[in-house]
RNA sequence: GCGCUCGUAGCUCAGUUGGAUAGAGCGACAACCUCCUAAGUUGUAGGUCGCAGGUUCGAUUCCUGCCGGGCGCACCA
């Protein structure tokens, strides 16, 4: 379903529209796209309600465009043309007048300018990164936080409530191969006798013997421990060092997380077999070689899952379905995981799941994340956490910035492959264009303090008469692209699709750099033109501000 | 082999859920600072939207089959 647009121009064309069609006893379509067509030449908006009608009206669709055209000219007031075109689309064109009025729309709202009631406070729980505590977080993870957290922005400007969540899988194999990891490091540090598990059944990187060595300091004792109660305190103690380095990486990175949610909580608190006796309730399980199943197939899946193994353990799948059966018992109406693309293939069981919950397809969502090909030089940079060689997130923010390396996440569709170039990301380019719209904003920064310097001052909310002396091509332009932004929002929302805005923003940035050359602002001899232009650019500012903020990208004052 | 996904300009990618003559940046070439920030602007060149069918007023978009790349197919997590 295509979301009700509330962009002004679209919602007044729509109102009389619909009552013109009543008028010749048709039915309004459901398939009525109102949108801004390909060509500015064209106009500000087309319809293609003639071409859905031609065959209930018995009218050829280009003369119902006619009658419609005329007949939205001679009732509203605002729109300026409406033309018939090609097969038989309907093109608007509104007064400047009517445009000029976005300006204050914008300043009234100020920051919350492009926030929408889409959302309608439906409950969101956005789970996002939720990587292992076992090493610290890389570029790919940066990629899932950027998304996430912007995601998170996102939503919330469209009018869901939305929590964050970062699920700390701190129970099961890979805490105990940390513990053994910085047990047998701890040992080793102390000259004694160690053997070396085989390969990827320990974890090698640097900040293991870093994690062993502050241990030893703090107790040289340590290794005096027996074996099984020296892992364990190796295992917490660890665990709790990397999830406080995971915590000040997102944080230096401006990702938020509201809620940590613990695995081993959820299970030792029973959630577990309140979702297996769900499930059973509900008949999707069954016992089959001493092992406890799920039915999945019959609700999409390949094959039936097991639960819990003919060994008695639980699978890591078992205690997911936990997990997601409590986050509806804390009254979620709408779930969304950002996953790595690599767990596609689980998308089909946890969907079975959420089915045999009794929970709707759409209260269940997942954000693929694809691999980073982090690259230096155009060559490659290996990340394989086992291997120690990876390079962190916090050296590559280090490197490059937070603002830049989430522009550059967030640039992309989310579900494909992205090359990060650690030398392009630091190059000022348009390959790197978090600098082309940084660099709008700090520009019409600019030109505001400019304009203080020359005693100019704009009331906080500007009337429509001061704004008279917009009337260029340029002009309309920009009050037609600002005018779009709570829509390009809500299309960005209701698709999971963060990269619409870095898009939207570098348009309007071309839009505004592009005005700046060809205008100049403030002129000597034209006082009123300067304010008119002058207000224009502050809206067009306050955009660029709150688009930067959903990306969580600073907006420069200067640069 | 089965499933998912992608294939759009030389390169990197958009394409608003089926609309008109398919867009942007980079790279190339050529113009713009006595003037509010040149991290900028303007112009030119560049395309059989992987291939072949189908659905309809209309397909880059939806369906089918091929070709090619990525990923996934555990009583792992």
Redesign the pocket.
């Known amino acids: 379903m295509?979301s009700r647009s509330h962009m002004r121009a679209i919602d007044t064309l729509r109102t009389a529209l619909k009552a013109i069609i009543e008028n010749e006893r048709l039915t309004w379509p459901s398939?009525v796209?109102i949108?801004?067509?390909?060509?500015v030449t064209?106009?500000d908006l087309?319809v293609?309600a003639a071409?859905?009608l031609a065959r209930e009206a018995k009218t050829p669709?280009r003369a119902l465009a006619e009658n419609f055209a005329s007949k939205l000219m001679e009732r509203c007031p605002d729109i300026a043309k409406a033309s018939a075109?090609?097969?038989?689309?309907c093109?608007v064109t509104f007064t400047p007048e009517f445009w000029r009025t976005t300006v204050a729309e914008v300043e009234a709202a100020g920051d919350a300018y492009g926030t929408t009631s889409v959302g309608a406070h439906r409950r969101v729980l956005l789970e996002y990164v939720s990587a292992?505590p076992t090493g610290p977080l890389h570029v790919g993870h940066g990629r899932g936080a950027a998304v996430g957290d912007s995601l998170a922005r996102l939503l919330r400007m469209a009018g869901y409530t939305v929590d964050t969540e970062y699920y700390v899988?701190d129970?099961?194999?890979?805490m105990r191969l940390l513990g053994l990891s910085v047990w047998l490091r701890a040992k080793e540090l102390c000259n004694l006798p160690v053997t070396w598990p085989a390969e990827g059944e320990y974890y090698k990187g640097d900040y293991i013997r870093d994690i062993a060595r502050e241990m030893l300091a703090a107790d040289p004792h340590l290794t005096d421990l027996p074996d099984a109660e020296g892992q364990e305190r190796c295992y917490t103690t660890a665990m709790h060092k990397i999830l406080d380095g995971i915590k000040s990486d997102l944080a230096d990175f401006r990702v938020e997380h509201r809620l940590w949610f613990s695995e081993k909580t959820l299970v030792e608190g029973g959630a577990v077999d309140t979702a297996f006796a769900a499930l059973s309730n509900a008949g999707h399980t069954y016992d089959?070689?001493?092992?406890f199943w799920f039915a999945t197939e019959k609700l999409g899946d390949?094959?039936d899952?097991?639960l819990r193994?003919?060994?008695g353990?639980?699978?890591?799948?078992a205690s997911d379905i936990a997990y997601h059966h409590d986050k509806f018992r804390r009254g979620y109406d709408w779930l969304i995981d950002v996953w790595g693309?690599?767990?596609?293939?689980?998308?089909?069981r946890m969907r079975a799941a959420i089915a045999a919950m009794g929970k709707p397809q759409e209260s269940f969502s997942v954000v693929l994340i694809?691999?980073v090909n982090l690259l230096r030089e155009g060559k490659p940079v290996s990340m394989s956490t086992r291997a120690g060689t990876f390079e962190t997130l916090s050296d590559v923010i280090k490197e490059v910035g937070t603002d830049a390396a989430r522009f550059m996440f967030l640039?992309?569709?989310s579900?494909?492959?992205?090359?990060f170039d650690l030398d392009l990301v630091k190059q000022?380019?348009?390959?790197n264009?978090v600098?082309?719209v940084q660099?709008a904003h700090?520009?019409i920064?600019?030109?505001l303090?400019?304009a203080a310097d020359r005693g100019i001052s704009l009331p906080s909310l500007t009337p429509p008469a001061l704004l008279s002396p917009l009337d260029t091509a340029e002009d309309m332009a920009l009050l037609r692209k600002i005018a779009g932004f709570g829509?390009?929002l809500c299309?960005a929302a209701?698709?999971l699709?963060v990269?619409?805005v870095s898009?939207y923003l570098?348009?309007l940035?071309?839009l505004l750099?592009?005005y700046?050359?060809?205008?100049?602002?403030?002129q000597e001899n034209d006082q009123p033109r300067s304010m008119a232009r002058l207000a224009l650019l502050r809206a067009v500012g306050q955009v660029l501000h709150n688009g930067l903020f959903v990306l969580g990208v600073s907006a420069?004052?200067?640069?």
């Open positions: 295509r398939k796209v949108e801004p067509p390909r060509d064209f106009g087309s293609n071409m859905l669709p075109a090609g097969p038989g689309f093109n292992n899988n129970a099961g194999r890979q089959k070689e001493h092992a390949d094959k899952r097991v193994k003919s060994d353990s639980l699978t890591y799948f693309a690599d767990h596609h293939g689980y998308v089909p694809q691999l640039s992309r569709k579900d494909s492959p992205l090359d000022r380019t348009m390959d264009p600098y082309y660099y700090a520009r920064c600019a030109v303090r400019r829509d390009m299309a209701q698709s699709g990269h619409h898009h570098t348009e940035s071309g750099h592009s700046y050359a060809r205008h100049q602002v403030l420069p004052e200067s640069m």
